[in-house]
Structure formats: C-alpha cells, structure tokens
C-alpha cells in the first residue's frame, strides 16, 4: 500500500489549502492517522493526529486552524489548514500507523508567502 498526499502549493498569510493523503489499497486495523510537517533546516514535527477511536491531537501552533479528518470509504485522510501562516511553511507527510504497519507518503510542499 502506498500512500500519496495532494493539495500543496502556494498561499498567501490568511490563505487555507487542504490536504489530502489517499491509500492506494484497504489498510486494516488502523492505530492512527497522522500528519507531520518538516521546515527547512529543521526537524520533522507532529501537527496532526486522529486515532481509530476518534481521538484528536494537534500541535499548539496550529491548534484551532487545522483540522485533521479521515474516510474510511475512500481510504483517505485529509488535513484542512485555514488562517495560514508563513510559518506553516514546509513539506507535510502523511503517516497511517496500522497494527501491522506503518506507512509514509512522499510529502507535498505547503508554502505560506506574501
């Protein structure tokens, strides 16, 4: 199962963009969905995570603007970013934690700029 995020880009402070992190394949006991960004020179970090039981967790910098979701259906998981700011800015990386498993996708560019 590979894991592919879209929806990066360009935006301006203020701006949204959501993401999307779609499994080519049925992944079974998912533990967690998580997303993580990683800003240049710096360390990969948590912003986003839901667990199987409807569980949230976000990074305080983006608690209140992001919002983590999932469907199960379309096997994809997805990150609504509002009120961006340049600090936001990185390449974001979905993560499917399974009992089994746990899975990366290749990261999509988020870039906050006026």
């Known amino acids: 199962v590979q894991l592919v995020e879209s929806g990066g880009g360009f935006v301006q402070p203020g701006g949204s963009l959501r993401l999307s992190c779609a499994a080519s394949?049925?992944?079974?006991?998912?533990?967690?969905m998580v997303w993580y960004r990683q800003a240049p020179g710096k360390q990969r970090e948590l912003v986003a995570l839901?667990?199987?039981?409807?569980?949230?967790n976000y990074a305080d910098s983006v608690k209140g603007r992001f919002t983590i979701s999932g469907d199960n259906a379309k096997n994809t998981v997805y990150l609504q970013m509002n009120r961006l700011k340049p600090e936001d800015t990185g390449v974001y990386f979905c993560n499917i934690v399974s009992r089994k498993d746990t899975y990366w996708g290749q990261g999509t560019q988020v870039t906050v700029s006026s």
């Open positions: 394949g049925s992944i079974d006991d998912i533990n967690a």
């Open positions: 839901a667990t199987s039981g409807g569980a949230t």
